[in-house]
């Protein structure tokens, strides 16, 4: 853990300016209280174990590629032209789709099927009980840039519904899995401007939504009933569900630029957008109004850019991960906005340098680290940080966060 830039700052909309669905692109600061963050906090444990399971992103913006899909101990992550299932307790990787005539960009795994996404809209389908068996198809008209299948199924309602998914120039950028009592389903954003509903295993199309842009990532909501949409513009879309019917309920602006991640809380009442210019902006979907909109420690649109977001989807850990283009992962304590802990991440590479090239040295201040993905676990034990030559796993600090000071007020 490092100490942020004194800047490093939160910004909270005044309860006097509410935001509408025609806010500025600029963020107007005489509109915002300032706040600092206090950074002298640990919400996980900052010596990761390290799991020797190589990873790879295979489009420079889309960094999703570690799934940890089921209570099981096992991750799922693309490496080149392969996925392989990662058991953590054995330390044990096993390939399950490889040679994939495409080198994937997105991947989802869910029930009993794994699918991925490819740069010229290629999607594999296989079952996990029969991965030898496996249907390549192309859907859309470009990139793939991501798969995902629903990160908590048991707490979305038995009801036909759409899931999260992610876009890019004319591909399919995401691809979600959600099942209803009777069959599963493949909710797959391709960069034509669309998100498609289809059915597994045969990928027929139940329905097909249409956008003004590219469409680079989506969240439905876990109780099922709102989808978040996010793509080249800095607009986020917002959707009421039901059944296999949206109903775009509001137009919001995030920051000045295209995002490529949104997630929701547990309670699915706050949803996050992280954004390429540094910026992660935080909404009530209540109200609709935003409560805060964070910097990434290397705040910017190159090394700084936010490429993933993550709440933590169970428990009393109320925490919010993101991971900027290479080197750091933010985490901030959501029951405030105002606490929060940064982690220097690196590969194995520097593991046997002397303590001059220590991670939070000056001499490392210029050495990037990938980061290809990040994950909490399904409990929110845990948080997986995917680099190109393994996995970080860092332990949530479970006990601090169900303790309270007597202060405060749950």
């Known amino acids: 853990m490092v100490a942020p830039p004194a800047n490093w700052n939160r910004y909270v909309l005044s309860s006097h300016s509410p935001q509408t669905n025609n806010a500025p692109l600029a963020v107007n600061e005489s509109k915002l209280y300032r706040y600092s ?67 994937p960009v997105s991947m989802a795994v869910g029930g009993d099927y794994i699918v991925a996404g490819g740069q010229r809209a290629e999607l594999a389908v296989a079952r996990l009980s029969d991965p030898q068996a496996t249907t390549v198809v192309r859907s859309g008209g470009s990139i793939n840039n991501f798969v995902t299948m629903d990160r908590a199924p048991s707490a979305i309602p038995r009801r036909r519904f759409r899931d999260s998914a992610a876009f890019a120039d004319d591909g399919v950028t995401s691809l979600n ?15 034509d401007h669309t998100v498609r509903l289809m059915s597994l295993p045969d990928l027929e199309l139940i329905t097909e939504l249409k956008f003004p842009t590219a469409v680079n990532y989506a969240a439905v909501s876990p109780d099922g009933t709102k989808m978040c949409v996010v793509g080249d513009t800095n607009q986020v879309f917002l959707f009421n569900k039901r059944g296999d019917e949206f109903e775009n309920i509001a137009i919001l602006t995030a920051s000045n630029d295209a995002s490529f991640s949104c997630d929701w809380s547990q309670c699915s009442e706050l949803f996050a957008v992280g954004s390429q210019d540094g910026f992660v902006t935080v909404w009530d979907v209540r109200t609709r109004h935003k409560l805060a909109q964070l910097e990434t420690y290397q705040y910017g649109r190159s090394r700084g850019a936010c490429r993933n977001v993550k709440f933590s989807p169970s428990g009393s850990i109320d925490l919010l991960a993101f991971s900027e283009h290479t080197s750091y992962v933010n985490i901030v304590d959501t029951r405030s906005f105002e606490k929060r802990q940064v982690l220097r991440v690196n590969s194995d590479s520097f593991n046997d340098l002397p303590d001059f090239f220590a991670p939070d040295s000056p001499a490392m201040a210029s050495q990037d680290t990938q980061i290809t993905g990040l994950r909490f676990a399904p409990d929110s034990s845990s948080l997986f940080v995917g680099l190109e030559e393994s996995i970080l796993e860092y332990a949530v600090d479970r006990i601090g966060r169900y303790s309270f000071a007597s202060s405060e007020i749950i």
């Open 37 to 103: 963050i206090v950074d002298s906090y640990e919400f996980v444990k900052p010596a990761p174990k390290r799991h020797q399971q190589r990873t790879s992103w295979n489009h420079w913006q889309l960094r999703d590629v570690v799934v940890c899909p089921s209570t099981k101990p096992e991750l799922y992550s693309i490496y080149r032209c392969n996925i392989d299932r990662y058991d953590i307790n054995k330390n044990q990787s096993t390939r399950i789709l490889g040679d994939l005539e495409f080198d």
């Open 177 to 191: 899995i959600t099942r209803d009592s009777s069959m599963p389903r493949l909710l797959v954003c391709n960069n």
